[in-house]
C-alpha cells in the first residue's frame, strides 16, 4: 500500500517537475531574444543631430524617389526575428495599401549606408504625404512582436495627411522585442 501511495506521490511531483521544466524553458527561449531596438544607443545619438531626418530621406530616397505616404518596411534576410512580424507586416501592407500608400520592402544587407542609420531590424519607416517622416522603429516590441503590442497602426492615418508637421516624427529607440543588431 505504501509503494503504491509513493508511486502517485513520485508521479505527481515527475508531472510538476516536467512542467515546471517546460515553463521555465519557454521563458528562456522567449526572453534571449529579447534586446533592445537601439541597444547600444547608435540611434539615439544620430537624432540628436539636427540633419538626421535629412540624412535618412537621402538614404531612402536612392531607393524611392518619392518618399510622399510611403512606408518601408525593412528587414536583414539572416535575422531570424523576421518570421515573428511577417503577418504584422502583411496586415500593415494592406492597410496602407487600402490607404492609396506606398509599400517598400528593404533588405538592409542590399543596402549599407542604411546600416549606419538604422540600429536593428526588422524595422519600418513611414513617411506623410508631405514626405515628412511620422515614425521610425521596430513594428512592436514584445516577444512576439505582433499587432497587440504595436507601434504603428495608430500612426497608418497620417500617411496621407498633409497636414506639416514641426516637432518631426517619432523615433523610437526604447523597444524592447525580438530585433537583430545590425552591425556596421
Not at 526572453?31 to 538626421?52: H, M, T
Not at 544587407?109 to 513611414?126: F, G, H, M, N, R
Request: charged share 15%.
Amino acid at each position: 500500500m505504501l509503494s503504491k501511495r509513493w508511486r502517485q506521490r513520485s508521479l505527481w511531483l515527475l508531472i510538476v517537475a516536467w512542467f515546471g521544466a517546460v515553463l521555465v524553458g519557454l521563458w528562456w527561449l522567449l526572453e534571449a531574444r529579447l534586446v533592445w531596438f537601439d541597444g547600444e544607443g547608435r540611434l539615439q545619438q544620430q537624432v540628436s543631430s539636427n540633419d538626421f531626418e535629412q540624412r535618412l530621406a537621402s538614404q531612402l530616397q536612392h531607393i524611392a524617389p518619392d518618399l510622399s505616404s510611403s512606408v518601408f518596411h525593412v528587414f536583414a534576410e539572416s535575422c531570424q526575428c523576421n518570421w515573428r512580424t511577417r503577418g504584422h507586416q502583411q496586415a500593415i501592407e494592406r492597410s496602407v495599401k487600402a490607404q492609396g500608400g506606398h509599400n517598400i520592402t528593404i533588405d538592409i544587407d542590399q543596402y549599407p549606408e542604411l546600416k549606419t542609420l538604422l540600429p536593428s531590424t526588422p524595422a519600418v519607416i513611414i513617411y506623410n504625404a508631405n514626405r515628412q517622416l511620422v515614425y521610425l522603429g521596430p513594428y512592436a516590441d514584445g516577444a512576439f512582436c505582433t499587432t497587440e503590442t504595436s507601434f504603428v497602426e495608430q500612426l497608418l492615418p497620417e500617411i496621407n495627411s498633409d497636414k506639416l508637421k514641426a516637432s518631426g516624427g517619432w523615433i523610437n529607440t526604447v523597444a524592447n522585442g525580438c530585433y537583430c543588431n545590425v552591425a556596421i
